[in-house]
């Protein structure tokens, strides 16, 4: 059984096998790091849960944010019975034991009970509306907590009877604060060791945690483990902490909500033509373990999208940094998708051929299966010949100028389409005056 039940939301006093991360848990929620922006005084959940307006409730934030101590918090404060549910490893049979205990209590003891589920958007939708009867009925009061954005990952039924609060990561001087007091409780966290650790190196730990508090912790609890007796006192030294944050520890998921917010970053910053805003999310993206051809990809994709016909090298240019990145790999690759995107950033922009081709891709979708004007079609046979295929049909090259001036390409239904509109920035300026000038020779053209 993965049913967690607790009558008491909030740890008991630490033991040895207990992480630091667990026992220092808030018990109130003056002690709880960051998410003013909820929890503050007059914040919309600190008024939810001082007003004792118990609600569902949807957590959605980065690890270590908080999410876990929020809940239990929120169930402490209703006096409610507690029961935790991992989505990794539950299921609907753990669901329907959660609402048979939660059942139970409101019969026996009249309390309400909060039913928190970890990982909520890995349950199928199944799993997902097998709460809604019960949230409905007030059998429980539903918590659920995800690291991926509810609006893709969770069904809607469940949104739409949850309040989705937003947690950021946890600012480095909140979490220098949660070092500090850890460091100095006696009952809970590591003041009992006496540790010496210098300011400096407190500042570190704190930013190498990246908005996660419960990595603080963890690192922390390593660095104790590895402090020595220096002048009669155990003290973690520079070495140690250094050795224990080498490697980085940046948010970075390969299909999370963080992957997408950063290439949509970098996308943005080439189209906001700012090149070193786009090395400095090319860079993140590489820091964090992104496959090289995923973002090279994705460079030629901003070629076609943002330069288009301003500067069609761009496109070339883009194509030849996959190419390097195939061949020759990292570090030479990296470097060629890095100057393909200062180039892109840095050159004038265009999305008229995106917009065209949408335009042009609705008429084709919405028009249905007009025929081909018969003058455009060949004739490879007598038939079709006799039948008058591509017999008006005037060749271009054979034209004044190379251009049959007023001839039309359009089925007669749709008539004359101008999709393409070049904007007066790079080679579409001289695009533009082009087309000007034929769409001239036409109107001196009577239509057929």
């Not at 101590?69 to 609907?92: D, E």
């Not at 660095?223 to 080498?246: F, Y």
Request: aromatic fraction near 6%; hydrophobic fraction near 40%.
């Amino acid at each position: 059984m993965t049913v967690v039940a607790q009558s008491s939301p909030l740890p008991t006093a630490g033991t040895a096998v207990q992480p630091l991360a667990d026992r220092m848990r808030p018990r109130e929620l003056e002690d709880f790091a960051g998410q003013v922006h909820l929890i503050g005084p007059g914040k919309p959940l600190r008024r939810a849960i001082e007003t004792g307006a118990l609600h569902s409730m949807i957590f959605w934030g980065p690890p270590g944010s908080g999410k876990t101590t929020l809940a239990r918090l929120v169930a402490a404060h209703q006096q409610a019975h507690f029961i935790a549910l991992s989505a990794v490893f539950s299921g609907i049979k753990e669901i329907r034991a959660a609402v048979d205990e939660a059942k139970r209590i409101r019969t026996d003891q009249g309390q309400p009970t909060v039913l928190f589920v970890d990982e909520v958007h890995r349950f199928n939708k199944a799993q997902q509306d097998g709460f809604l009867p019960y949230v409905e009925d007030g059998t429980l009061t539903f918590i659920g907590a995800t690291t991926e954005n509810p609006s893709f990952e969770l069904n809607k039924a469940l949104l739409s009877r949850a309040r989705v609060y937003v947690l950021k990561p946890i600012e480095a001087p909140d979490i220098r604060r949660l070092i500090d007091r850890a460091l100095t409780d006696m009952e809970q966290g590591l003041g009992h060791l006496q540790l010496e650790i210098a300011e400096p190196l407190r500042d570190l730990l704190a930013r190498a945690a990246d908005g996660d508090a419960r990595r603080a912790l963890n690192l922390l609890e390593l660095a104790a483990d590895l402090a020595e007796p220096v002048n009669g006192r155990l003290t973690v030294t520079e070495s140690v902490v250094q050795e224990l944050i080498t490697g980085g520890v940046r948010r970075f998921d390969k299909r999370g909500e963080a992957f997408y917010d950063q290439i949509s970053a970098l996308h943005k910053s080439v189209r906001g033509s700012s090149p070193d805003a786009a090395l400095y999310w090319y860079a993140r993206m590489l820091d964090g373990g992104c496959e090289p051809l995923y973002i090279a990809r994705r460079v030629v994709r901003m070629a076609s999208e943002d330069i288009g016909n301003a500067d069609p090298r761009a496109l070339t240019l883009a194509l030849n940094a996959w190419d390097v990145q195939e061949r020759l790999g990292s570090p030479e690759g990296e470097l060629a998708i890095a100057q393909a995107i200062v180039y892109l950033a840095a050159v004038p922009k265009s999305n008229a051929v995106y917009s065209a081709f949408g335009a042009a891709m609705q008429d084709a979708r919405e028009q249905g299966s007009l025929e081909v004007p018969i003058h455009l079609r060949n004739a490879p046979t007598g038939l079709m010949k006799e039948l008058g295929y591509g017999k008006t049909y005037r060749y271009a090259h054979d034209e004044p100028e190379g251009y049959a001036a007023g001839e039309q390409y359009f089925p007669e239904e749709l008539g004359v389409r101008h999709y393409y509109q070049p904007v007066a920035r790079g080679l579409e300026l001289k695009i533009a005056e082009r087309l000007a000038q034929l769409r001239t020779l036409d109107r001196k053209v009577k239509p057929r």
